[in-house]
């Protein structure tokens, strides 16, 4: 490297400011050629290394490398689709007989709502789920359903943050950074945590919702696109010289480097050269792995990509398994906003949301499990809490973080098996509670991982994704197989 780049310290801010809408169309795959992208293998390896270095927590024995997280964005309501209460129904329209109710608006606090949905009994196992989720009741044999789960709050943002990073503060690893972190790439031209995000915006509290914190930064989430271009700025503008965009990647790569010897501790900037050579290699991988003409039609159907209604849903859902196939750890899939928060007219809008998403998740475990990938799979259906056993507005349902329900399904969980329970209203956990520590370290063990001892360094001590509450975190066993 000539001395001028050593001393360009620049100005490499002001370029990139200047040129930032361009660069991420540098990376071609046809200009790294076959020099392989050595230092994005080196941080990779090297990131790997250092969780094993630092804790003894890599796999041993797990019988899951996948997860694929489907997460309901806005707190689906318990009573009307996983936890059956008769009691609402006796209870209708009357004073809540159980006492008071923590819930997040007060001033429309109503009498007890009974759910307008019958539940029936699903599989040999007998599992007893609402009408509305018909394709999920032809899973029942594969799913493990918790019934007991709870969370430490009722505003979204917070819960949000506790369920995926583990504490409601903001800025901390998210579940998926620290599976990737502990586990590594199995790929190695494709993202090792991926994130299929909804074509009509970000969830609430956006991009937190993927985000590696203070792990390094090549362990965040890659969000894809089901539509229109999968990765924005991975493809090459129309009419532009392979010449002259070997030149930009090059100078480019000289400029990250010399800037990253005099700042080795940015591990954004170690990001960034790792995820300038990853788009190179994505950009042959990416075309293949989402291009869905290659599926059956029966598999298209499957999923409901031949339904308006489902399409959309169904499109990301079979687009996950294809990552996992091709060695993807982590795949989440979002919601715009917050559908699931049902202040009001909550059955219409489960009537909606299930008329979208249940044939889709119920295909993803069927798929899985034809294909041979399910044991080594965990399917994760969830929220952040749950709603109410009284009325908000006359027709919808407040929060609720003292009960909400769930679904894992493949990954080493016990197939068929309802766990926990709730008192006679579905307003709260009662027996076998399960919070949203005992969630993530269960997830971990069947992962191979322990997460008392998945570490990394952080304001002068080890944290990790449970953190201060790895005394209490507990793994569930009888979650297991």
């Known amino acids: 490297m000539s001395p001028d780049i050593e001393s360009f310290a620049v100005n490499r801010r002001a370029f990139l400011g200047s040129y930032a809408g361009a660069i991420g169309s540098l990376a071609l795959a046809q200009i790294l050629g076959n020099s392989r992208a050595s230092y994005a293998a080196t941080t990779a390896s090297s990131a790997v290394g250092s969780a094993a270095m630092g804790s003894p927590a890599l796999p041993a024995g797990g019988k899951a490398k996948a997860v694929i997280c489907l997460f309901?964005?806005?707190?689906?309501?318990?009573?009307?689709?996983?936890?059956?209460?008769?009691?609402?129904?006796?209870?209708?329209?009357?004073?809540?007989?159980?006492?008071?109710?923590?819930?997040?608006?007060?001033?429309?606090?109503?009498?007890?709502?009974?759910?307008?949905?019958?539940?029936?009994?699903?599989?040999?196992?007998?599992?007893?789920?609402?009408?509305?989720?018909?394709?999920?009741?032809?899973?029942?044999?594969?799913?493990?359903?918790?019934?007991?789960?709870?969370?430490?709050?009722?505003?979204?943002?917070?819960?949000?943050?506790?369920?995926?990073?583990?504490?409601?503060?903001?800025?901390?690893?998210?579940?998926?950074?620290?599976?990737?972190?502990?586990?590594?790439?199995?790929?190695?031209?494709?993202?090792?945590?991926?994130?299929?995000?909804?074509?009509?915006?970000?969830?609430?509290?956006?991009?937190?919702?993927?985000?590696?914190?203070?792990?390094?930064?090549?362990?965040?989430?890659?969000?894809?696109?089901?539509?229109?271009?999968?990765?924005?700025?991975?493809?090459?503008?129309?009419?532009?010289?392979?010449?002259?965009?070997?030149?930009?990647?090059?100078?480019?790569?000289?400029?990250?480097?010399?800037h990253l010897r005099r700042h080795a501790e940015s591990s954004e900037l170690e990001a960034r050269i790792s995820n300038f050579e990853m788009a190179a290699r994505m950009q042959t991988a990416v075309p293949g792995v989402l291009d869905l003409s290659q599926e059956t039609e029966d598999t298209r159907r499957m999923y409901g990509l031949d339904n308006k209604v489902t399409a959309e849903y169904g499109t990301r859902c079979l687009l996950a398994r294809r990552l996992i196939e091709k060695g993807v750890r982590y795949v989440q899939v979002f919601m715009s906003g917050q559908p699931w928060d049902t202040h009001a007219k909550n059955a219409e809008n489960l009537r909606t949301l299930c008329a979208r998403t249940d044939q889709p998740c119920a295909a993803l475990v069927r798929d899985l499990k034809q294909r041979g990938l399910l044991d080594s799979t965990v399917v994760l259906w969830t929220g952040e809490f749950g709603r109410q056993p009284i009325s908000q507005k006359g027709d919808g349902r407040d929060h609720n973080r003292l009960a909400f329900s769930l679904w894992l399904a493949g990954g080493g969980f016990k197939g068929g098996h309802v766990h926990g329970a709730t008192d006679d209203f579905a307003a709260k956990s009662v027996q076998d509670i399960v919070n949203v520590h005992d969630l993530h370290a269960t997830l971990f063990h069947t992962l191979g991982l322990d997460h008392r001892r998945l570490t990394y360094p952080h304001d002068g001590r080890n944290d990790s994704l449970t953190d201060f509450d790895v005394t209490h975190a507990k793994v569930v066993a009888p979650l297991l197989a």
């Open 72 to 258: 309901q964005n806005g707190g689906a309501s318990q009573m009307d689709l996983f936890d059956p209460k008769p009691e609402l129904a006796r209870y209708d329209g009357k004073p809540f007989p159980g006492g008071d109710l923590e819930v997040h608006f007060h001033e429309q606090k109503g009498n007890v709502l009974a759910s307008p949905f019958k539940f029936r009994r699903s599989g040999n196992c007998g599992m007893e789920l609402s009408e509305i989720l018909p394709h999920t009741a032809g899973i029942a044999d594969d799913l493990t359903l918790v019934r007991s789960m709870c969370t430490e709050s009722v505003d979204h943002e917070a819960a949000l943050r506790l369920i995926h990073s583990g504490k409601i503060t903001p800025d901390r690893p998210v579940v998926g950074s620290w599976v990737v972190y502990g586990l590594g790439a199995e790929a190695d031209n494709l993202p090792s945590y991926v994130v299929l995000s909804d074509p009509d915006g970000l969830p609430i509290d956006g991009v937190r919702n993927w985000s590696s914190g203070w792990l390094p930064a090549v362990h965040q989430g890659t969000p894809f696109r089901a539509v229109g271009s999968p990765v924005l700025h991975l493809s090459t503008p129309k009419g532009t010289p392979a010449t002259a965009r070997r030149a930009q990647l090059q100078f480019l790569d000289e400029l990250n480097r010399a």
